[in-house]
């Protein structure tokens, strides 16, 4: 496996789903690296996490946060602790189901120095939600991004698309996102983490649902 990629998965309050996600990723790539990031949990997440880390500390790092940045911060983090040129997200309530996307989505980088993203493209609106009419941008569940190229963009950022605005402009510059059935490979099981605890959003997330309800 390259050391020019590391996987990363970020995980708040979702052990059951992290040993899952932990364990299947693992069972197809035991020597790939995989950075966990905890957001701040008060359960027993941190516990599982140094289990993962001993049992291949070769391959495994750890990032044990304070408190619950959210995710699109945290993923913004790794962006800026890891050193490696390709990162692969997964999130925590994915499961990996077959091997060979790493080598293939590696593949579509080494076509092109323009590609910034692969996975699964999917249609939003200006505000993020899913919209027939709308901006193409990579599902956050499962993609590969090149690393250098981030920085010039705007961060991921704590939303319910926290990717948006950073894909938005990557698209301004002419960056590639491309298309990969990374479905066919990771399932992927939707709002795990936000379906037990929301989103965090407050006020701005209430409106921002409202004004997309209302088309605005």
Same mark, same amino acid.
């Given at each position: 496996?390259?050391?020019?990629?590391?996987?990363?998965?970020?995980?708040?309050?979702?052990?059951?789903?992290?040993?899952?996600?932990?364990?299947?990723?693992?069972?197809?790539?035991?020597?790939?690296?995989?950075?966990?990031?905890?957001?701040?949990?008060?359960?027993?997440?941190?516990?599982?996490?140094?289990?993962?880390?001993?049992?291949?500390?070769?391959?495994?790092?750890?990032?044990?946060?304070?408190?619950?940045?959210?995710?699109?911060?945290?993923?913004?983090?790794?962006?800026?602790?890891?050193?490696?040129? +390709?990162?692969?997200?997964?999130?925590?309530?994915?499961?990996?189901?077959?091997?060979?996307?790493?080598?293939?989505?590696?593949?579509?980088?080494?076509?092109?120095?323009?590609?910034?993203?692969?996975?699964?493209?999917?249609?939003?609106?200006?505000?993020?939600?899913?919209?027939?009419?709308?901006?193409?941008?990579?599902?956050?569940?499962?993609?590969? +991004?090149?690393?250098?190229?981030?920085?010039?963009?705007?961060?991921?950022?704590?939303?319910?698309?926290?990717?948006?605005?950073?894909?938005?402009?990557?698209?301004?510059?002419?960056?590639?996102?491309?298309?990969?059935?990374?479905?066919?490979?990771?399932?992927?099981?939707?709002?795990?983490?936000?379906?037990?605890?929301?989103?965090?959003?407050?006020?701005?997330?209430?409106?921002?649902?409202?004004?997309?309800?209302?088309?605005?």
């Amino acid at each position: 496996m390259s050391n020019k990629l590391r996987t990363v998965i970020v995980n708040y309050q979702t052990p059951d789903l992290l040993k899952i996600a932990a364990d299947s990723f693992r069972k197809f790539y035991p020597s790939s690296p995989l950075l966990i990031i905890d957001n701040g949990s008060k359960d027993n997440s941190r516990e599982l996490i140094e289990d993962f880390r001993r049992l291949a500390p070769e391959y495994t790092n750890v990032l044990l946060l304070e408190s619950n940045t959210y995710h699109g911060p945290a993923m913004h983090k790794a962006m800026s602790e890891v050193k490696e040129d +390709l990162i692969l997200f997964l999130d925590s309530d994915t499961k990996t189901i077959n091997k060979g996307f790493i080598e293939a989505m590696q593949a579509e980088f080494e076509k092109s120095s323009n590609v910034y993203g692969v996975g699964r493209i999917i249609t939003v609106n200006k505000r993020g939600f899913p919209s027939d009419k709308g901006i193409g941008v990579l599902s956050t569940a499962y993609m590969m +991004l090149r690393r250098n190229m981030y920085f010039s963009l705007p961060p991921f950022e704590h939303h319910g698309q926290p990717s948006l605005k950073n894909f938005i402009a990557a698209q301004k510059k002419e960056y590639v996102l491309k298309s990969f059935p990374i479905e066919n490979y990771i399932e992927h099981h939707w709002r795990g983490t936000a379906s037990r605890y929301g989103y965090g959003l407050g006020l701005k997330g209430k409106m921002d649902f409202v004004l997309n309800k209302i088309g605005l």
